[in-house]
């Protein structure tokens, strides 16, 4: 019998085996921009910034980490508070068996718990897919309701080629005045606990 995937708040512990996750999208991508494998170190001192304002949380099976996700700050000025940027990384193993929708069906019903409406997307863009890049991302944002909102042309190179990038947004909430303030994450985060208790996802091996 397969076990259930399962969802949880991420820890500084899991760092190494995120970054083990996170490895092959630096070194044999263009998914991530990165040219360098951040150390668990490193990965660990991001996760603590995200978390001190937004959820980070991890799919699980049989005590292992098969994806994460985390939203993070759109941009540091006061009137975009109600914006984030998420991020999602699965296990190369592991794609293509719902992981990425349910992780973001989760994140999205906590993002909206601290007031987020605005849920933005940055992704790695091909002219022409190759063994680096896909515009697989691009897809499964637009399922999962995103629309492109803007792209830069040929930002980043690596591979020896350059990649553009393109934006994304989805809104899950109403914009209205006076708008009331988000909740930092650690406000919710017992509540958080307990939402997330509550997702389960049979495993499959297909």
């Known amino acids: 019998m397969n076990a259930e995937i399962t969802l949880r708040i991420a820890e500084e512990a899991d760092a190494p085996e995120l970054v083990k ?4 999208y630096v070194e044999d991508t263009a998914v991530s921009f990165e040219y360098d494998v951040p150390s668990a170190e490193e990965f660990a001192g991001r996760m603590r910034r995200v978390l001190r304002k937004y959820p980070y949380i991890v799919a699980e099976s049989g005590g292992k980490i098969l994806g994460y996700s985390y939203a993070g700050t759109f941009n540091p000025r006061a009137a975009y508070d ?3 940027e998420t991020t999602i990384y699965l296990r190369t193993d592991q794609k293509r068996k719902g992981i ?4 973001y069906d989760a994140m999205e019903e906590l993002l909206k718990e601290q007031g987020i409406l605005n849920l933005n ?5 091909p002219d022409t897919e ?12 637009e399922k999962r309701g995103f629309r492109m909102v803007g792209e830069f042309h040929d930002c980043g ?3 020896g080629r350059w990649y553009s ?9 109403s914009h209205v005045i006076p708008q009331p303030p988000i909740k930092p994450f650690p406000e919710i985060r017992a509540e958080a606990g307990s939402i997330l ?4 996802l049979p495993k499959t091996d297909r």
Not at 130 to 141: E, W
Not at 197 to 200: G, L, N, P, V
């Open 197 to 200: 208790q509550r997702y389960r």
């Open 157 to 159: 190179c690596k591979f």
């Open 130 to 141: 190759d063994a680096h890049l896909t515009r697989d991302s691009v897809k499964f944002h």
């Open 21 to 24: 996750i996170y490895a092959p």
């Open 100 to 103: 990425g929708s349910f992780l």
């Open 165 to 173: 990038m393109v934006w994304m947004e989805k809104m899950i909430g």
């Open 82 to 84: 109600w914006s984030v």
């Open 121 to 125: 997307a940055c992704i790695g863009y």
